[in-house]
């Protein structure tokens, strides 16, 4: 694995039909590092994920690795580079984990070529760092939301690729796994260097797990940097329309926000005005 690749959108409009989802975006992601973006719902997250990975193409602008337009690259050669989980993702009836997994090696597969021991070794670890390899004999169907994720996410590890996007990878997975999965990714960056570029809704996950966050609003980049900068009061409220307070967390020492509810406001004490007094 290496950290080299670069991949940045150049002045990226995107969008479906007649709406625009994404305007004039620039953006680059840091090379061997874990990259999350955040944002309200319907902001552009998905969108920008999808376009970043080439299953989008820009009304403006461009997606370019390593220098080239992505739009313009071979899908296999792509895919031995960059891999993509994508948002709620769909597997052919009665495909059993294991062959699902597997089809993570089909862009290594070339004409002619065999299944072959790496294969193997690559299918194997990642069903054993997503704790799958009991469900490798059982149909995906069968699993249940949680299970499924972690097959899906088993599938683009076994994919080993320097670039790995993913869009929500801890949809329908409990505390646990999800604490799970991140620290797994977490891994595989430090000891791969595998760039990471992911979607997550939780703020305070994103800020404990984040080298470099993206804000995004309304398709307009709001904010990119290392968390405790991106992370203030003032854009909380302008991102996410919430107020709070943040704190630094105590196990991490990254950004903490703490949510303030209406209903959960300290009622201030009153004070005695001079004309009441007795």
């Not at 430090?190 to 404990?208: E, F, K, P, S």
Request: hydrophobic share 40%.
């Amino acid at each position: 694995m290496t950290t080299s690749h670069s991949l940045a959108a150049e002045g990226v409009t995107l969008g479906y039909g007649d709406r625009v989802v994404v305007e004039s975006l620039d953006l680059a992601v840091p090379p061997g590092q874990i990259t999350v973006i955040v944002g309200a719902n319907a902001c552009g997250k998905s969108t920008l994920l999808r376009s970043l990975s080439r299953l989008l193409s820009p009304r403006a602008g461009r997606v370019v690795l390593d220098g080239k337009e992505v739009h313009r690259m071979p899908a296999k050669k792509l895919a031995r580079t960059l891999g993509l989980l994508p948002q709620s993702p769909l597997a052919p009836e009665g495909i059993t984990v294991l062959d699902l997994v597997g089809r993570g090696r089909h862009p290594h597969q070339r004409i002619l070529s065999r299944w072959d021991d790496q294969d193997d070794a690559a299918v194997a670890a990642a069903l054993e760092a997503t704790r799958t390899t009991d469900l490798a004999d059982r149909p995906v169907d069968e699993l249940s939301g949680g299970q499924r994720q972690r097959v899906w996410i088993a599938m683009a590890l076994a994919q080993q690729t320097d670039l790995l996007l993913l869009d929500e990878p801890t949809t329908f997975l409990d505390a646990s796994h999800q604490i799970e999965v991140l620290d797994l990714l977490t891994d595989l960056n430090r000891d791969r260097g595998t760039t990471i570029v992911m979607v997550l809704h939780d703020l305070n996950l994103a800020a404990r797990y984040a080298d470099h966050l993206i804000a995004l609003a309304d398709g307009r980049l709001h904010g990119a940097g290392a968390p405790s900068e991106v992370l203030t009061e003032e854009r909380v409220r302008a991102v996410f329309g919430l107020d709070s307070r943040i704190i630094d967390d105590p196990i991490s020492g990254r950004p903490l926000i703490l949510p303030i509810g209406r209903h959960h406001v300290r009622p201030q004490p009153v004070r005695e005005l001079e004309g009441d007094r007795g």
